[in-house]
Nanobody, 120 residues
């Protein structure tokens, strides 16, 4: 089985930065796309950023220029560098990964979520 473990959330003031990490573990053969979603209270989960195995990225319009997604394929880890944080970025952030693992078909796995709170 595959597990995704996130870290790096916390409480910051507006304008500050945070870096989220998400490491995949298990009998992994390969990882295709990886991404970050977020869900604020009372709102639907939304896509924040994705990155393909080749490094192509895609971002939610409201985070373009402030957030950067990257990955370390050797470590099966995806990162989200968040700069110039705003109160509206407050949410639980979830990572996901499309993983091909031993004895399992290509499947999407999710992390447990990490809270990001931005105070004004």
């Amino acid at each position: 089985q595959v597990q995704l473990v996130e870290s790096g959330g916390g409480l910051v003031q507006a304008g500050e930065s945070l870096r989220l990490s998400c490491a995949a573990s298990g009998r992994i053969f390969s990882i295709n796309a990886m991404g970050w979603y977020r869900q604020a209270p009372g709102k639907q989960r939304e896509l924040v950023a994705t990155i393909t195995s080749g490094g192509s990225t895609n971002y939610l319009d409201s985070v373009k220029g402030r957030f950067t997604i990257s990955r370390d394929n050797a470590k099966n880890t995806v990162y989200l560098q968040m700069n110039s944080l705003k109160p509206e970025d407050t949410a639980v952030y979830y990572c996901n990964a499309d993983v091909r693992a031993a004895h399992y078909p290509l499947s999407r796995y999710w992390g447990q979520g990490t809270q990001v709170t931005v105070s004004s």
